[in-house]
């Protein structure tokens, strides 16, 4: 399954082995850990729904790190 992941072609297929959710996809770019956001199409997802939010192929998601800064 093909999806477009932080703006490049991504087969979800390579990276992940069950259900595709988010929660899943972040566990297995080892970023499932604090400081990181996530949006689908363009829509945040909360972290307490990232283990119940399906990903389909053709979505967009985009990952976040938060930076601090002065």
Same mark, same amino acid.
């Given at each position: 399954? $093909?999806?477009? =992941? $932080?703006?490049?072609?991504?087969? =979800? $297929?390579?990276? !992940? +082995?069950? @259900?595709?959710? +988010? &929660? &899943? !996809? =972040?566990?297995? =770019? /080892? %970023? #499932? ?6 949006? /689908? $199409? #363009? @829509?945040? +997802?909360?972290?307490? %729904? ?5 990903? #389909?192929?053709? #979505? ?11």
């Amino acid at each position: 399954m $093909n999806i477009i =992941l $932080n703006q490049q072609a991504a087969d =979800l $297929n390579t990276l !992940l +082995v069950g @259900t595709p959710t +988010v &929660a &899943a !996809l =972040l566990h297995a =770019l /080892q %970023q #499932d850990k604090a400081g990181v956001a996530v949006a /689908q $199409n #363009d @829509t945040i +997802v909360s972290r307490s %729904q990232w283990a119940s939010t399906l990903i #389909d192929a053709g #979505d967009r998601i985009d990952i976040f790190s938060v930076i601090a800064g002065g």
